[in-house]
């Protein structure tokens, strides 16, 4: 579904990653974990073309993406979540998550029934339900955070992307998170998902790479991983 190979890309003069690979298939759900600047978001970034990679490629049902306009990717259905809270502030959550599906309103792939998958979007995130009216700005930063997930499944992606999805959120919130991933994946969404809880993350993956200064350093099924001594020992706490 979703092929990284050899990626490199950089911030003006600064290399940051160099030579990244990996794979989703679909229906799966890869976690990629590594320490704070390791180049996790960066991947992400070059995938949905945020930013443009600087060699290698991005394969996406075997036709190259490297390099096309982000808009470009998410009409191809490459939605991403990015990292920190990207919502439009001045909109109603309901339009934020309409807008979410405009790449898919365009032309190329089904229009589908939008109005459904609002429903059905706020049926798996109630409280932007009660919120729908209120202006995404005003919500609460985990309020926003769940927005910015909802309205990537808007696009009804082919891939989803999503970076951080728990980040600033209270413990009970992460839980509805993670609870919200699991039902994604059992149904057939495929996802690459970067976590700062890396052992909650391999707890739902089915295979995961760990990242390290631009690198790919670990990579295995995610049951693997949740065992190997060395990613114990720096990514889940010291083994415990
Ligand atoms: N816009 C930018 N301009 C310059 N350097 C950047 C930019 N964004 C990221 N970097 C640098 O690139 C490196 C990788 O950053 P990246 O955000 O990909 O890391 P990350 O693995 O997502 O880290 P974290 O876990 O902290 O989110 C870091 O050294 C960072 O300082
Ligand atoms: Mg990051």
Known sequence: MLEVKNLTAAYGQVSVLHG??????????VTLIGSNGAGKTTTMRAISGMISPTGGEILLEGKSIGGLASHQISKLGVAHSPEGRRVFPTQSVKDNLLL????????GRERGDVEGDLDRALD??????????????????GEQQMLAMARALMLKPEVLLLDEPSMGLAPILVEEVFH???????????????????????????????????????????AQLQNDPKVKEAYLGGGH
């Open 20 to 29: 990244v690979s990996l794979k989703v298939e679909k229906g799966q759900l």
């Open 100 to 107: 979410g599906a405009f790449s898919r309103l365009t032309f």
């Open 124 to 141: 798996l995130f109630p409280r932007l339900r009660e919120r729908k009216d209120q202006l995404a700005g005003t919500l609460s930063g």
């Open 180 to 222: 919200i991933i699991k039902r994604l994946k059992q149904e057939g969404v495929t996802m690459l998902l970067v976590e700062q809880f890396a052992a909650a993350a391999l707890g739902v993956a089915d295979y995961g790479y760990v990242m390290e200064n631009g690198r790919i350093a670990v990579e295995g099924p995610a």
